[in-house]
Protein backbone atom coordinates (compact mmCIF):
# COMPACT_ATOMS: atom_id res chain seq x y z
CA UNK A 1 0.00 0.00 0.00
CA UNK A 2 2.88 1.98 1.13
CA UNK A 3 5.68 4.56 -0.50
CA UNK A 4 7.42 5.75 2.17
CA UNK A 5 5.64 3.82 4.69
CA UNK A 6 4.89 3.74 8.35
CA UNK A 7 2.14 1.95 6.48
CA UNK A 8 2.05 0.11 3.22
CA UNK A 9 2.36 1.07 -0.79
CA UNK A 10 1.66 2.24 -4.49
CA UNK A 11 1.77 2.01 -10.98
CA UNK A 12 2.20 2.52 -14.40
CA UNK A 13 2.55 -0.56 -17.36
CA UNK A 14 3.33 -0.87 -20.27
CA UNK A 15 -0.36 -1.65 -21.52
CA UNK A 16 -1.57 1.93 -20.21
CA UNK A 17 0.85 3.61 -22.70
CA UNK A 18 -1.59 2.60 -25.35
CA UNK A 19 -1.28 -0.88 -25.86
CA UNK A 20 2.68 -0.98 -26.11
CA UNK A 21 4.41 -3.86 -28.49
CA UNK A 22 5.74 -6.28 -25.75
CA UNK A 23 8.94 -5.27 -23.42
CA UNK A 24 10.33 -8.48 -23.60
CA UNK A 25 9.42 -12.28 -23.77
CA UNK A 26 10.14 -14.80 -21.26
CA UNK A 27 8.89 -18.57 -21.70
CA UNK A 28 6.57 -19.51 -18.82
CA UNK A 29 7.08 -22.03 -16.30
CA UNK A 30 5.58 -25.08 -16.57
CA UNK A 31 5.49 -28.17 -14.19
CA UNK A 32 8.13 -30.66 -15.03
CA UNK A 33 6.78 -34.21 -14.90
CA UNK A 34 8.69 -36.14 -12.24
CA UNK A 35 10.92 -38.95 -14.30
CA UNK A 36 9.45 -42.53 -14.74
CA UNK A 37 10.95 -43.84 -12.46
CA UNK A 38 10.16 -46.90 -14.28
CA UNK A 39 11.34 -46.11 -17.94
CA UNK A 40 13.61 -48.68 -19.20
CA UNK A 41 12.63 -51.79 -16.87
CA UNK A 42 11.62 -55.14 -17.95
CA UNK A 43 9.19 -57.55 -16.01
CA UNK A 44 11.09 -59.79 -13.82
CA UNK A 45 11.68 -63.28 -15.50
CA UNK A 46 9.75 -65.70 -13.11
CA UNK A 47 11.57 -69.25 -12.57
CA UNK A 48 9.91 -72.03 -13.42
CA UNK A 49 8.79 -73.97 -10.47
CA UNK A 50 10.37 -77.37 -9.64
CA UNK A 51 8.29 -80.06 -8.18
CA UNK A 52 9.61 -80.97 -4.53
CA UNK A 53 11.39 -84.64 -3.59
CA UNK A 54 7.48 -85.11 -1.46
CA UNK A 55 5.72 -83.83 -4.57
CA UNK A 56 7.52 -86.10 -6.43
CA UNK A 57 7.56 -89.20 -4.54
CA UNK A 58 4.08 -89.03 -3.33
CA UNK A 59 2.21 -92.14 -2.41
CA UNK A 60 -0.57 -91.96 -4.22
CA UNK A 61 -0.65 -93.14 -7.55
CA UNK A 62 -1.43 -90.92 -10.24
CA UNK A 63 -4.84 -91.53 -12.20
CA UNK A 64 -4.80 -93.94 -15.14
CA UNK A 65 -5.49 -92.51 -18.48
CA UNK A 66 -8.84 -93.19 -19.42
CA UNK A 67 -8.32 -95.43 -22.02
CA UNK A 68 -6.81 -97.52 -19.42
CA UNK A 69 -10.16 -97.55 -17.73
CA UNK A 70 -9.05 -94.91 -14.70
CA UNK A 71 -11.34 -92.39 -13.43
CA UNK A 72 -10.85 -88.96 -15.72
CA UNK A 73 -8.80 -86.02 -14.87
CA UNK A 74 -10.19 -82.95 -12.44
CA UNK A 75 -10.23 -80.29 -15.59
CA UNK A 76 -12.11 -77.96 -13.03
CA UNK A 77 -9.20 -77.95 -10.42
CA UNK A 78 -6.57 -77.25 -13.26
CA UNK A 79 -8.84 -74.16 -14.46
CA UNK A 80 -8.82 -72.61 -11.72
CA UNK A 81 -4.83 -73.12 -10.48
CA UNK A 82 -4.58 -71.46 -14.05
CA UNK A 83 -7.08 -68.45 -13.17
CA UNK A 84 -5.84 -67.62 -9.54
CA UNK A 85 -2.13 -67.91 -11.24
CA UNK A 86 -3.04 -65.19 -14.05
CA UNK A 87 -5.13 -63.06 -10.78
CA UNK A 88 -2.30 -63.00 -8.85
CA UNK A 89 0.09 -61.93 -11.39
CA UNK A 90 -1.55 -59.14 -11.91
CA UNK A 91 -2.03 -58.01 -8.63
CA UNK A 92 1.43 -58.26 -8.14
CA UNK A 93 2.17 -56.38 -11.42
CA UNK A 94 -0.48 -53.65 -10.39
CA UNK A 95 1.21 -52.95 -7.18
CA UNK A 96 4.90 -52.81 -8.26
CA UNK A 97 3.34 -49.79 -10.99
CA UNK A 98 1.35 -48.21 -8.47
CA UNK A 99 4.69 -48.30 -6.11
CA UNK A 100 6.54 -46.57 -8.76
CA UNK A 101 3.48 -43.99 -10.01
CA UNK A 102 2.76 -43.08 -6.45
CA UNK A 103 5.99 -44.20 -4.46
CA UNK A 104 7.66 -41.23 -7.01
CA UNK A 105 5.48 -38.66 -6.50
CA UNK A 106 5.59 -38.60 -2.71
CA UNK A 107 9.05 -38.57 -2.90
CA UNK A 108 9.14 -35.54 -5.44
CA UNK A 109 6.88 -33.45 -3.11
CA UNK A 110 8.25 -34.06 0.08
CA UNK A 111 11.42 -32.39 -1.18
CA UNK A 112 12.64 -30.03 1.22
CA UNK A 113 12.09 -26.71 -0.74
CA UNK A 114 13.07 -23.55 0.92
CA UNK A 115 11.78 -20.03 -0.53
CA UNK A 116 12.94 -16.41 0.42
CA UNK A 117 10.70 -13.82 0.15
CA UNK A 118 11.81 -9.86 -0.13
CA UNK A 119 9.05 -7.93 0.85
CA UNK A 120 8.58 -3.79 1.81
CA UNK A 121 6.40 -2.04 3.91
CA UNK A 122 5.02 -5.25 5.72
CA UNK A 123 6.72 -6.24 9.03
CA UNK A 124 7.46 -9.97 9.30
CA UNK A 125 4.84 -10.26 11.95
CA UNK A 126 1.91 -9.63 9.78
CA UNK A 127 3.18 -12.28 7.14
CA UNK A 128 4.15 -14.84 10.04
CA UNK A 129 0.64 -15.79 10.68
CA UNK A 130 0.13 -16.98 6.97
CA UNK A 131 3.45 -18.60 6.18
CA UNK A 132 2.85 -20.80 9.42
CA UNK A 133 -0.52 -21.97 8.00
CA UNK A 134 0.76 -22.72 4.80
CA UNK A 135 3.97 -24.42 6.48
CA UNK A 136 1.52 -26.51 8.54
CA UNK A 137 -0.43 -27.53 4.75
CA UNK A 138 2.85 -28.38 3.06
CA UNK A 139 5.53 -28.95 5.79
CA UNK A 140 8.10 -29.98 3.09
CA UNK A 141 8.15 -25.92 2.41
CA UNK A 142 10.06 -23.51 4.34
CA UNK A 143 9.43 -19.76 3.79
CA UNK A 144 11.95 -17.31 4.84
CA UNK A 145 10.19 -13.60 4.83
CA UNK A 146 12.47 -10.52 5.20
CA UNK A 147 11.32 -6.95 5.27
CA UNK A 148 13.74 -4.51 3.17
CA UNK A 149 13.90 -0.69 3.16
CA UNK A 150 13.32 0.45 -0.60
CA UNK A 151 15.64 3.80 0.07
CA UNK A 152 18.43 0.96 0.30
CA UNK A 153 18.54 0.91 -3.49
CA UNK A 154 16.21 -2.14 -3.04
CA UNK A 155 15.83 -2.18 -6.97
CA UNK A 156 19.17 -2.32 -7.72
CA UNK A 157 20.07 -4.74 -5.47
CA UNK A 158 17.22 -7.12 -6.26
CA UNK A 159 18.31 -6.90 -10.09
CA UNK A 160 22.28 -7.32 -9.15
CA UNK A 161 21.82 -10.11 -6.59
CA UNK A 162 19.23 -12.27 -8.55
CA UNK A 163 21.61 -12.22 -11.70
CA UNK A 164 24.09 -13.33 -9.46
CA UNK A 165 22.19 -16.22 -8.16
CA UNK A 166 21.64 -14.77 -4.76
CA UNK A 167 18.44 -12.78 -4.92
CA UNK A 168 14.61 -13.54 -3.28
CA UNK A 169 12.13 -16.19 -5.20
CA UNK A 170 9.67 -14.08 -4.28
CA UNK A 171 10.25 -10.37 -4.16
CA UNK A 172 7.59 -7.35 -4.44
CA UNK A 173 8.24 -4.60 -6.80
CA UNK A 174 5.79 -1.66 -7.61
CA UNK A 175 3.92 -1.75 -10.57
CA UNK A 176 5.08 0.86 -12.98
CA UNK A 177 8.44 -1.57 -12.72
CA UNK A 178 7.98 -4.09 -15.20
CA UNK A 179 9.93 -2.89 -18.18
CA UNK A 180 12.85 -2.17 -15.35
CA UNK A 181 12.58 -6.58 -14.43
CA UNK A 182 12.77 -7.92 -17.47
CA UNK A 183 15.72 -9.87 -16.48
CA UNK A 184 14.75 -11.51 -13.88
CA UNK A 185 10.61 -11.67 -13.42
CA UNK A 186 8.82 -15.17 -13.70
CA UNK A 187 5.61 -15.10 -16.11
CA UNK A 188 2.71 -16.19 -14.12
CA UNK A 189 2.36 -20.27 -14.84
CA UNK A 190 -1.19 -21.32 -16.32
CA UNK A 191 -1.38 -24.17 -14.18
CA UNK A 192 -1.52 -21.89 -11.20
CA UNK A 193 -3.58 -19.10 -12.55
CA UNK A 194 -4.89 -18.82 -15.98
CA UNK A 195 -5.48 -15.07 -17.80
CA UNK A 196 -9.13 -15.91 -17.95
CA UNK A 197 -9.18 -16.42 -13.98
CA UNK A 198 -6.83 -13.63 -13.45
CA UNK A 199 -8.74 -10.87 -15.13
CA UNK A 200 -12.07 -12.32 -13.82
CA UNK A 201 -9.93 -12.17 -9.96
CA UNK A 202 -8.28 -8.44 -10.31
CA UNK A 203 -9.12 -5.07 -11.52
CA UNK A 204 -8.18 -3.84 -15.00
CA UNK A 205 -5.23 -1.69 -14.09
CA UNK A 206 -3.59 -5.22 -13.11
CA UNK A 207 -4.18 -6.86 -16.07
CA UNK A 208 -3.17 -3.19 -17.46
CA UNK A 209 0.21 -2.90 -15.74
CA UNK A 210 0.79 -6.59 -15.71
CA UNK A 211 0.65 -8.34 -19.03
CA UNK A 212 3.54 -8.68 -21.44
CA UNK A 213 2.86 -10.29 -24.99
CA UNK A 214 0.28 -13.05 -23.20
CA UNK A 215 1.61 -13.50 -20.02
CA UNK A 216 1.34 -12.18 -16.54
CA UNK A 217 3.84 -11.19 -14.36
CA UNK A 218 2.91 -10.70 -10.99
CA UNK A 219 0.07 -11.50 -8.30
CA UNK A 220 -1.37 -8.16 -6.51
CA UNK A 221 -2.18 -8.21 -3.10
CA UNK A 222 -3.70 -4.31 -3.08
CA UNK A 223 -4.88 -1.62 -5.27
CA UNK A 224 -4.26 1.58 -4.68
CA UNK A 225 -3.96 5.25 -6.28
CA UNK A 226 -4.68 8.88 -5.52
CA UNK A 227 -7.93 10.07 -3.65
CA UNK A 228 -8.50 13.71 -2.58
CA UNK A 229 -7.76 13.77 1.34
CA UNK A 230 -9.76 16.89 2.98
CA UNK A 231 -10.16 18.25 6.81
CA UNK A 232 -13.70 18.21 7.76
CA UNK A 233 -13.63 20.66 10.45
CA UNK A 234 -12.21 23.03 7.79
CA UNK A 235 -15.07 22.29 5.18
CA UNK A 236 -17.55 22.52 8.05
CA UNK A 237 -16.24 26.00 9.07
CA UNK A 238 -16.21 27.34 5.14
CA UNK A 239 -19.79 26.52 5.05
CA UNK A 240 -19.07 23.32 2.63
CA UNK A 241 -20.93 19.99 3.46
CA UNK A 242 -19.37 17.37 0.78
CA UNK A 243 -16.06 16.62 -1.24
CA UNK A 244 -16.21 18.98 -4.86
CA UNK A 245 -16.47 15.61 -7.46
CA UNK A 246 -14.80 17.76 -10.35
CA UNK A 247 -12.93 20.09 -10.91
CA UNK A 248 -14.80 23.53 -11.04
CA UNK A 249 -16.73 22.75 -7.80
CA UNK A 250 -12.77 22.51 -6.46
CA UNK A 251 -11.95 25.77 -7.35
CA UNK A 252 -14.73 27.32 -5.85
CA UNK A 253 -14.63 25.64 -2.22
CA UNK A 254 -10.87 26.61 -2.45
CA UNK A 255 -12.10 29.78 -3.04
CA UNK A 256 -13.98 29.62 0.09
CA UNK A 257 -11.40 27.83 2.01
CA UNK A 258 -8.05 29.90 1.54
CA UNK A 259 -7.56 32.02 4.43
CA UNK A 260 -5.00 35.02 4.31
CA UNK A 261 -3.37 37.44 6.12
CA UNK A 262 -3.54 41.61 5.31
CA UNK A 263 -0.69 41.25 3.58
CA UNK A 264 -2.35 38.77 1.31
CA UNK A 265 0.36 35.91 2.67
CA UNK A 266 -1.52 32.46 3.13
CA UNK A 267 -2.63 31.03 6.74
CA UNK A 268 -4.92 28.17 5.57
CA UNK A 269 -4.62 26.95 1.92
CA UNK A 270 -7.79 25.85 0.21
CA UNK A 271 -5.76 22.99 -1.83
CA UNK A 272 -1.57 21.77 -2.10
CA UNK A 273 -1.55 22.01 -6.07
CA UNK A 274 0.88 24.81 -8.00
CA UNK A 275 4.31 23.63 -6.80
CA UNK A 276 6.74 21.02 -7.25
CA UNK A 277 9.28 21.30 -4.19
CA UNK A 278 6.49 21.46 -1.36
CA UNK A 279 3.48 19.63 -2.96
CA UNK A 280 3.75 15.28 -1.92
CA UNK A 281 3.10 13.33 -5.47
CA UNK A 282 2.96 16.44 -7.67
CA UNK A 283 4.06 14.59 -10.63
CA UNK A 284 1.33 11.91 -9.70
CA UNK A 285 -1.32 14.80 -9.70
CA UNK A 286 0.28 16.41 -13.00
CA UNK A 287 -0.32 13.07 -14.52
CA UNK A 288 -3.85 12.52 -13.33
CA UNK A 289 -4.73 16.46 -14.74
CA UNK A 290 -3.35 15.71 -17.82
CA UNK A 291 -4.73 12.50 -18.84
CA UNK A 292 -8.04 13.97 -17.70
CA UNK A 293 -7.11 16.96 -20.13
CA UNK A 294 -6.89 14.37 -22.66
CA UNK A 295 -3.01 14.54 -22.76
CA UNK A 296 -0.51 11.90 -22.64
CA UNK A 297 3.22 11.71 -21.21
CA UNK A 298 4.75 10.62 -24.36
CA UNK A 299 3.03 13.76 -25.98
CA UNK A 300 4.72 16.68 -23.65
CA UNK A 301 5.00 19.10 -26.47
CA UNK A 302 1.29 19.01 -27.72
CA UNK A 303 -1.39 21.34 -26.62
CA UNK A 304 -3.31 19.28 -24.05
CA UNK A 305 0.08 19.00 -22.16
CA UNK A 306 0.79 23.10 -22.07
CA UNK A 307 -2.63 23.62 -21.25
CA UNK A 308 -2.71 21.02 -18.25
CA UNK A 309 0.46 22.34 -16.69
CA UNK A 310 -1.06 26.32 -17.12
CA UNK A 311 -3.71 25.21 -15.23
CA UNK A 312 -1.70 23.05 -12.32
CA UNK A 313 0.68 26.32 -12.34
CA UNK A 314 -2.17 28.68 -11.70
CA UNK A 315 -2.87 27.52 -7.87
CA UNK A 316 0.07 28.72 -7.16
CA UNK A 317 1.08 32.07 -8.93
CA UNK A 318 0.04 35.58 -8.64
CA UNK A 319 -2.16 37.58 -8.83
CA UNK A 320 -4.45 35.13 -6.36
CA UNK A 321 -2.26 32.10 -5.68
CA UNK A 322 -4.18 29.43 -3.08
CA UNK A 323 -0.56 27.50 -2.52
CA UNK A 324 2.92 28.78 -2.65
CA UNK A 325 6.58 27.75 -1.64
CA UNK A 326 6.04 29.45 1.73
CA UNK A 327 4.13 26.50 2.79
CA UNK A 328 5.23 23.90 4.49
CA UNK A 329 5.21 20.29 2.95
CA UNK A 330 2.01 19.47 1.98
CA UNK A 331 1.80 16.27 4.38
CA UNK A 332 3.33 18.22 7.06
CA UNK A 333 0.99 21.73 6.15
CA UNK A 334 -2.28 19.26 6.33
CA UNK A 335 -1.49 17.93 9.35
CA UNK A 336 -1.02 21.39 11.03
CA UNK A 337 -4.52 22.12 8.99
CA UNK A 338 -2.81 24.39 7.29
CA UNK A 339 -4.64 23.04 4.12
CA UNK A 340 -7.58 21.93 3.21
CA UNK A 341 -6.91 19.36 0.72
CA UNK A 342 -3.96 17.28 -0.60
CA UNK A 343 -4.24 14.43 -3.28
CA UNK A 344 -2.16 11.77 -2.53
CA UNK A 345 -2.44 7.61 -2.38
CA UNK A 346 -4.24 6.52 0.73
CA UNK A 347 -1.79 4.87 2.79
CA UNK A 348 -0.86 9.15 3.69
CA UNK A 349 -4.35 9.21 5.29
CA UNK A 350 -2.78 6.51 8.03
CA UNK A 351 0.38 8.71 8.20
CA UNK A 352 -1.54 11.89 8.62
CA UNK A 353 -3.69 10.09 11.31
CA UNK A 354 -0.74 8.85 13.13
CA UNK A 355 0.86 12.32 13.22
CA UNK A 356 -2.67 13.88 14.71
CA UNK A 357 -5.22 11.45 15.67
CA UNK A 358 -7.60 13.96 16.55
CA UNK A 359 -7.56 14.98 12.85
CA UNK A 360 -11.31 14.93 11.52
CA UNK A 361 -10.35 13.46 7.89
CA UNK A 362 -12.40 12.53 5.45
CA UNK A 363 -11.54 11.05 2.03
CA UNK A 364 -13.22 10.70 -1.31
CA UNK A 365 -12.68 10.42 -5.25
CA UNK A 366 -10.22 12.74 -6.80
CA UNK A 367 -12.03 15.35 -9.03
CA UNK A 368 -12.59 14.99 -12.70
CA UNK A 369 -13.75 17.08 -15.63
CA UNK A 370 -17.21 18.12 -15.51
CA UNK A 371 -19.40 15.03 -17.57
CA UNK A 372 -15.92 13.25 -17.87
CA UNK A 373 -15.59 9.71 -16.47
CA UNK A 374 -14.39 9.31 -13.18
CA UNK A 375 -10.57 8.19 -13.25
CA UNK A 376 -7.60 8.61 -11.23
CA UNK A 377 -4.21 7.36 -11.28
CA UNK A 378 -2.91 4.28 -9.67
CA UNK A 379 0.05 3.47 -7.41
CA UNK A 380 0.25 -0.16 -5.94
CA UNK A 381 2.63 -2.85 -5.18
CA UNK A 382 2.66 -6.27 -6.53
CA UNK A 383 4.31 -9.55 -6.04
CA UNK A 384 6.70 -11.39 -8.54
CA UNK A 385 8.74 -14.51 -8.73
CA UNK A 386 12.14 -14.62 -9.88
CA UNK A 387 13.31 -16.23 -13.39
CA UNK A 388 16.43 -17.79 -11.78
CA UNK A 389 14.83 -19.54 -8.92
CA UNK A 390 15.16 -23.18 -8.60
CA UNK A 391 11.52 -23.55 -7.18
CA UNK A 392 9.23 -20.82 -9.35
CA UNK A 393 6.33 -23.15 -8.94
CA UNK A 394 6.69 -23.76 -5.32
CA UNK A 395 7.15 -19.49 -5.00
CA UNK A 396 4.02 -19.37 -7.69
CA UNK A 397 1.71 -22.02 -5.38
CA UNK A 398 2.36 -19.69 -1.89
CA UNK A 399 1.54 -16.18 -3.44
CA UNK A 400 -1.72 -17.94 -4.86
CA UNK A 401 -2.33 -18.88 -1.45
CA UNK A 402 -2.26 -15.55 -0.70
CA UNK A 403 -4.56 -14.33 -2.98
CA UNK A 404 -7.35 -16.58 -1.98
CA UNK A 405 -10.15 -14.48 -0.15
CA UNK A 406 -9.78 -15.79 2.52
CA UNK A 407 -6.09 -15.48 3.18
CA UNK A 408 -6.19 -11.95 1.97
CA UNK A 409 -9.14 -10.96 4.45
CA UNK A 410 -6.84 -12.50 7.09
CA UNK A 411 -3.67 -10.42 5.98
CA UNK A 412 -6.12 -7.15 6.18
CA UNK A 413 -7.29 -7.93 9.25
CA UNK A 414 -3.36 -8.45 10.31
CA UNK A 415 -2.38 -4.98 9.00
CA UNK A 416 -4.96 -3.64 10.62
CA UNK A 417 -3.63 -4.08 14.29
CA UNK A 418 -0.53 -2.60 13.11
CA UNK A 419 -1.99 0.16 11.65
CA UNK A 420 -5.41 2.64 10.52
CA UNK A 421 -6.33 -0.19 7.98
CA UNK A 422 -4.41 -2.71 5.64
CA UNK A 423 -3.63 -2.51 2.04
CA UNK A 424 -7.06 -2.22 0.01
CA UNK A 425 -7.61 -5.30 -1.07
CA UNK A 426 -7.17 -6.26 -5.55
CA UNK A 427 -9.72 -8.36 -5.39
CA UNK A 428 -13.00 -7.70 -7.31
CA UNK A 429 -15.13 -10.07 -5.49
CA UNK A 430 -14.03 -8.43 -2.24
CA UNK A 431 -14.94 -4.66 -2.97
CA UNK A 432 -18.14 -4.76 -1.27
CA UNK A 433 -16.32 -5.59 2.15
CA UNK A 434 -14.45 -1.70 1.94
CA UNK A 435 -16.41 0.64 -0.56
CA UNK A 436 -17.87 2.58 2.59
CA UNK A 437 -14.98 2.52 4.86
CA UNK A 438 -14.34 6.18 5.17
CA UNK A 439 -10.72 5.56 4.46
CA UNK A 440 -10.11 3.17 1.73
CA UNK A 441 -13.98 3.20 0.19
CA UNK A 442 -12.37 5.55 -2.37
CA UNK A 443 -10.03 3.61 -3.94
CA UNK A 444 -12.44 0.16 -4.12
CA UNK A 445 -14.90 2.77 -6.13
CA UNK A 446 -12.06 4.61 -8.14
CA UNK A 447 -10.99 0.29 -8.64
CA UNK A 448 -12.01 0.08 -12.63
CA UNK A 449 -10.77 2.94 -13.76
CA UNK A 450 -7.40 3.45 -12.56
CA UNK A 451 -4.72 4.38 -15.60
CA UNK A 452 -0.86 4.33 -14.80
CA UNK A 453 2.20 6.42 -15.88
CA UNK A 454 5.54 5.96 -14.36
CA UNK A 455 6.06 9.08 -13.15
CA UNK A 456 5.41 8.28 -9.58
CA UNK A 457 7.04 9.82 -6.52
CA UNK A 458 8.75 7.80 -3.83
CA UNK A 459 9.40 4.16 -5.39
CA UNK A 460 12.78 4.86 -4.73
CA UNK A 461 13.64 2.74 -8.26
CA UNK A 462 16.64 5.19 -8.90
CA UNK A 463 15.49 4.47 -12.74
CA UNK A 464 12.03 4.83 -14.88
CA UNK A 465 10.08 6.95 -12.36
CA UNK A 466 12.43 8.47 -10.18
CA UNK A 467 14.05 10.20 -13.82
CA UNK A 468 10.69 11.08 -15.10
CA UNK A 469 9.88 13.01 -11.98
CA UNK A 470 12.97 14.95 -11.90
CA UNK A 471 12.13 15.74 -15.37
CA UNK A 472 8.89 16.96 -14.69
CA UNK A 473 10.22 19.03 -11.11
CA UNK A 474 12.36 20.89 -13.52
CA UNK A 475 9.90 21.98 -15.82
CA UNK A 476 7.59 23.06 -13.32
CA UNK A 477 10.33 25.13 -11.20
CA UNK A 478 11.31 26.36 -14.70
CA UNK A 479 7.97 28.28 -15.10
CA UNK A 480 8.51 29.90 -11.95
CA UNK A 481 11.65 31.22 -13.16
CA UNK A 482 10.13 33.11 -16.20
CA UNK A 483 10.12 29.78 -18.64
CA UNK A 484 7.25 29.43 -20.56
CA UNK A 485 4.99 26.55 -20.45
CA UNK A 486 5.66 25.39 -23.90
CA UNK A 487 9.85 25.73 -23.15
CA UNK A 488 9.46 24.01 -20.55
CA UNK A 489 7.51 20.74 -21.55
CA UNK A 490 9.52 20.35 -24.53
CA UNK A 491 12.76 20.31 -22.41
CA UNK A 492 11.55 18.19 -20.19
CA UNK A 493 9.80 16.04 -23.44
CA UNK A 494 13.57 15.32 -24.71
CA UNK A 495 14.59 13.74 -21.30
CA UNK A 496 11.26 11.62 -20.91
CA UNK A 497 11.75 10.21 -24.50
CA UNK A 498 15.41 9.05 -23.55
CA UNK A 499 13.77 7.04 -20.37
CA UNK A 500 11.24 5.56 -22.35
CA UNK A 501 13.84 4.58 -24.64
CA UNK A 502 16.21 3.09 -22.53
CA UNK A 503 13.42 0.86 -20.82
CA UNK A 504 11.74 0.28 -24.25
CA UNK A 505 8.71 1.87 -23.56
CA UNK A 506 7.09 2.69 -26.88
Known amino acids: MDNNKTNSGGNQSPDDFEQPKPIFESVPVEETPAENPSAGMQPEELAPEVATSDEAFSSAPPPMPPEFGGPPADDNKTKYIIIGGAVLFFIIILVILLRLIFGGKKEVATQPVVLSYWGLWEDTAVFKPLIDEYQKKYPNVTINYEKWNPQDDYRQKLIARSKNGKGPDIFRFHNTWLPQLNEIAAPLPASIMTNDEFEKTFYPIHAQDLKVDTYY ?279 IDTVLDTYKIK
Not at 218 to 247: C, H, M, Q, R
Not at 454 to 469: E, H, W
Not at 470 to 489: C, F, H, K, M, P
Open 217 to 495: YGLPLEIDGLVLIYNDTLFANAGINKAPSNWDELINDVEKLTVKDKDGKLITSGVAIGTAGNVEHFSEIFGLMLRQNGGDMKSLNQQEAVQTLEVYRKFAEPPNPFWDETMPNSITAFIQEKVAMILAPSWQVAVIKTANPDLKIKVAEVPNVPGAENISMANYWVEGVSKVSKNQLEAWKFLRFLVEKENMTKLYELQSKTRLFGEPYSRIDLADKLDKDPYVGAVIRQGKNYFSYPMVTRTYDSGLNDQIVNYLRDAINATENGVSYQEALQTAKKG
